[in-house]
């Protein structure tokens, strides 16, 4: 099957702001170290995969995806992009944009959302999804020949590696972080429960609705406080619930302007020489945008005058 590359651009951006030294400026002075770590980033990927099917996805929805709404508190551990890293982020999207790489972002949902949504569309034309992101969320979406590649340690794995690595099924994942917790986007889970006895409940009733219908027999399993998880189980059903809702990764995000096979596009020469300028790109970078882009590589591509 034709792989199609799903990207979690945030993960990679966030990296190299934290990774890159702060030396890098743009044309007007700002900060550009998160863009030309992402530029070098995608470089590897583009050289190495050579796809011809990739979609990147980005965060817009940092305070205001649907999750905000039904639960306030989510992710509220953690700080405001500052505007440095905002700028750097659309610079990051046109840069997709001008090397024709179908862009995804909405402002109600997140990357994994568009990711999952773009993964559901692919599997309709008979394309696997290769999803590039460390992140253990994503691991739910993995189904047949799909698979998640934690690029930096250049790890692969499929649906069937999910339990290895995380001691529940991939379609457990959702379940398993309801229950347990997830520190990361400040979900709370089921009180006294941890990931090991969240992973022994969901071994033995398969799911969390199996094991809200049946809290009567959690008592009796060898596990130990067994009886004080039943009650608390009892008493934070709801809860267990609504974070679920959270946990979950949605398949019907909008998909707008993506073309319906995420097939790479057409560079944007100019779009493409205009970024290099105010970047600042230098001669190597520039040489492997153009060739990446499958423009001349002899020099830099002829702007039109004003």
């Not at 030396?23 to 990927?45: I, K």
Request: with cysteine; hydrophobic share 45%.
């Amino acid at each position: 099957m034709t792989p199609l590359y799903l990207v979690d651009a945030s993960l990679y951006v966030f990296r190299a702001w934290h990774s890159m030294p702060d030396s890098f400026q743009d044309a007007q002075g700002w900060p550009s170290n998160a863009v030309h770590g992402f530029a070098r980033f995608l470089l590897d990927l583009l050289e190495r995969e050579r796809p011809l099917h990739i979609a990147v996805a980005f965060d817009e929805a940092l305070d205001s995806c649907f999750r905000h709404r039904l639960y306030p508190d989510y992710k509220a551990n953690r700080d405001p992009a500052p505007e440095a890293l905002r700028r750097q982020f659309a610079h990051c999207k046109a840069l997709c944009a001008a090397l024709g790489l179908a862009v995804l972002a909405d402002r109600d949902y997140e990357a994994d959302d568009l990711i999952g949504s773009a993964l559901h569309a692919g599997r309709g034309r008979a394309l696997r999804g290769v999803i590039v992101s460390a992140d253990k969320d994503l691991s739910q979406l993995l189904a047949g020949h799909d698979q998640q590649w934690d690029y930096a340690r250049d790890q692969r794995w499929d649906a069937a590696g999910v339990k290895a690595r995380h001691g529940v099924h991939a379609h457990q994942i959702a379940d398993y972080l309801a229950l347990c917790g997830d520190a990361v986007d400040n979900i709370p889970g089921v009180s006294g429960i941890g990931a090991k006895s969240a992973a022994v409940l969901l071994a033995h009733f398969g799911s969390l609705d199996a094991l809200l219908a049946r809290i009567d027999e959690v008592p009796f399993l060898r596990l130990r406080g067994a009886a004080t998880l039943a009650t608390r189980l009892r008493e934070q059903r709801d809860r267990a619930l609504l974070f679920r809702q959270l946990t979950t990764i949605a398949l019907d995000a909008p998909l707008d302007g993506a073309p319906a096979d995420f097939a790479r596009g057409k560079a944007d020469a100019d779009m493409l020489a205009g970024l290099c300028e105010a970047l600042r790109f230098g001669p190597l970078t520039r040489r492997r945008l153009l060739a990446a882009a499958g423009l001349d590589t002899a020099a830099p591509p002829a702007r039109e005058p004003a």
